[in-house]
């Protein structure tokens, strides 16, 4: 089996701006750094929209309107002042929903053995009732709620690498036993959430590293906290919020890691997934502004994730 790769045209139109680091040169830069041979035999799907139904199982009507309302037929439009829409923004939220939750159906159904989705806008720090910080819609919340929903998958863990605390996701789920959330991140930093004792239900595990932590931190702090709880979670499905600006080159954040600590965690899931969840495993694409960091990055990840096939 293999492992898929989600992509769709609207994700190169939504323009967030002159300057702004949420670009669609990150795409760009993330499609020629898996043009290479070694990724030839990665599976390249076009990404289905996603429906309104998709959008609540987690958003409120009023959350879904604001935004598609918000959005112009041309120029740009500041949601707050990160989060950016323009004329097809709309287009590429639906599309990063559906690309996250096809990906489920696909690995669920056995076509593939894992799958990393390409999406932008990202979605981790979009709330129930709140879009914020680049983000829409909250792709891999939805998707976590898809695969209980129409797989019948009882317990869904998520893992955010990303160097921002997921405070969409977790308010999402901070009162839902049957969804676990484990974050590294920044801290303090933006969003300003995510302390360690944040911890829902029992089902949140947030690990707070302090500017210049760098890989020794990170890697102990994966080990002792978030691996054992996935661990005891024993999920039926691993979905990835894979952002890349804990990159010791990306501008917006200063923790210091390298590709070798993201293709580290990945490996590391992956073998929790084998475990416990029949390989299941489905990564979407969160931050990382540094293009060629970025590009290095997504390809040790997905580097990881077909050597796993
Ligand atoms: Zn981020």
């Given at each position: 089996m293999s492992t898929w790769y989600y992509s769709h045209p609207s994700f190169f139109k939504h323009d967030t701006g002159y300057g702004h680091p949420e670009s669609i040169p990150r795409l760009q830069a993330i499609e020629k750094a898996l043009s290479g041979l070694e990724f030839l035999n990665l599976v390249r799907k076009e990404a289905p929209s996603g429906t309104h139904d998709q959008l609540r199982l987690i958003h409120s009507e009023s959350e879904i309107s604001q935004v598609l309302e918000a959005i112009p037929k041309s120029g740009e439009v500041h949601l707050d002042p990160d989060t950016v829409v323009s004329a097809d923004s709309g287009t590429a939220a639906y599309h990063a929903v559906g690309a996250v939750c096809a990906a489920v159906d696909a690995v669920v159904a056995g076509q593939a053995s894992n799958a990393f989705c390409a999406v932008r806008p990202p979605g981790h720090h979009a709330e129930p009732t709140r879009a914020m910080g680049f983000c829409l819609f909250n792709n891999i919340a939805i998707a976590a709620r898809?695969?209980?929903?129409?797989?019948?998958?009882?317990?869904?863990?998520?893992?955010?690498?990303?160097?921002?605390?997921?405070?969409?996701?977790?308010?999402?789920?901070?009162?839902?036993?049957?969804?676990?959330?484990?974050?590294?991140?920044?801290?303090?930093?933006?969003?300003?959430?995510?302390?360690?004792?944040?911890?829902?239900?029992?089902?949140?595990?947030?690990?707070?590293?302090?500017?210049?932590?760098?890989?020794?931190?990170?890697?102990s702090g994966v080990s002792e906290k978030i691996l054992p709880a996935v661990e005891r979670f024993k999920p039926g499905l691993i979905l990835v919020s894979a952002g890349f600006d804990a990159h010791r080159n990306d501008p917006l954040a200063s923790l210091e890691l390298e590709e070798a600590d993201f293709a580290w965690i990945t490996d590391e899931l992956l073998r929790l997934a084998a475990k416990h969840a029949e390989g299941h495993l489905v990564s979407t694409l969160e931050g990382g502004y540094h293009l060629k960091a970025l590009g290095d990055s997504v390809a040790a990840h997905v580097r990881s994730m077909m050597r796993a096939t």
């Open positions: 898809h695969a209980q929903k129409r797989h019948r998958i009882e317990r869904v863990a998520i893992v955010d690498f990303d160097v921002h605390h997921g405070n969409g996701t977790q308010a999402a789920f901070q009162r839902d036993a049957t969804v676990l959330y484990a974050s590294t991140h920044q801290y303090p930093w933006y969003p300003g959430t995510g302390a360690a004792n944040e911890t829902g239900v029992g089902n949140i595990f947030n690990v707070p590293l302090r500017a210049g932590t760098g890989s020794a931190g990170f890697r």
